[in-house]
């Protein structure tokens, strides 16, 4: 049960696009169609933003959007607002009754 | 409108035991798996162990292995976590979420807002 991995952090300018990566292993990402991706704000709890890998749950904006390519999965916010500035973490279901989370990506709105 | 309470947090020693509750509303909640991740300060999020609608499928990391036991009453509407042997490292807050299935396991739609485990001498 290694975490996966993500960046610590990322940045970019208001209306620019950024991806944040999430890589695991063919036990977990590779395997399942099984990430999610959430949004946490200091101090709160965290929010589904995607899941499935690619789909958004209703009243999340187009704005992010998700995608897999072998052991890597990927989040992308297009259209950067200062709102997006946050902590975001994937998840993937690993097998066995097991999830693993990454470490986390910290976003900075410039 | 869904609701998750935890409650049940607080200090205790090293080497004792502590048990979590979760209260639901707002959903059926004996049709859905049901899961407790925990954030330590200032730390990431890690998954701790999850139960599936019936309570038939149970599973848990590696870090807690042997000392957590997870259960459901479905009829009370509640999500529990038994926490034996506490160690220092096991000091996090500790959010309940709910699943999008319920006998398969997916993805948390819905979370709690913790409850604070603080592992001490």
């Known amino acids: 049960q290694s975490a996966l991995t993500q960046p610590a952090s990322v940045s970019g300018s208001p209306g620019q696009s950024i991806t944040i990566s999430c890589t695991g292993t063919?036990?977990?990402?590779?395997?399942?169609?099984?990430v999610s991706w959430y949004q946490q704000y200091p101090g709160k709890a965290p929010k589904l933003m995607i899941y499935?890998?690619?789909k958004r749950p209703s009243g999340v904006s187009n704005r992010f959007s998700g995608s897999r390519s072998g052991n890597t999965a990927s989040l992308t916010i297009s259209g950067l607002q200062a709102e997006d500035e946050a902590d975001y973490y994937c998840?993937?279901?690993?097998?066995?009754?097991?999830?693993?989370f990454g470490g986390g990506t910290k976003l900075t709105v410039l | 409108e869904v609701q998750l309470v935890e409650s049940g947090g607080g200090l205790v020693q090293p080497g004792r035991s502590l048990r979590l509750s979760c209260a639901a509303s707002?959903?059926?909640?004996?049709?859905?798996?049901m899961h407790w991740v925990r954030q330590a300060p200032g730390k990431g999020l890690e998954w701790v162990s999850g139960?599936?609608?019936?309570?038939?499928?149970?599973g848990y990391a590696d870090s807690v292995k042997g000392r957590f036991t997870i259960s459901k009453d479905n009829a009370k509407n509640s999500l529990y976590l038994q926490m034996n042997s506490l160690r220092a490292d096991d000091t996090a807050l500790y959010y309940c979420?709910?699943?999008?299935?319920?006998?398969?396991?997916?993805?948390?739609?819905?979370w709690g807002q913790g409850t604070l485990v603080t592992v001490s001498s």
């Open positions: 979420a709910k699943d999008f299935m319920g006998s398969s396991w997916s993805y948390f739609d819905y």
């Open positions: 707002g959903f059926t909640f004996n049709n859905y798996a």
């Open positions: 139960i599936s609608w019936n309570s038939d499928t149970i």
């Open positions: 063919s036990s977990d990402v590779g395997s399942y169609n099984l």
């Open positions: 499935e890998g690619n």
């Open positions: 998840c993937s279901y690993a097998g066995s009754s097991t999830f693993v």
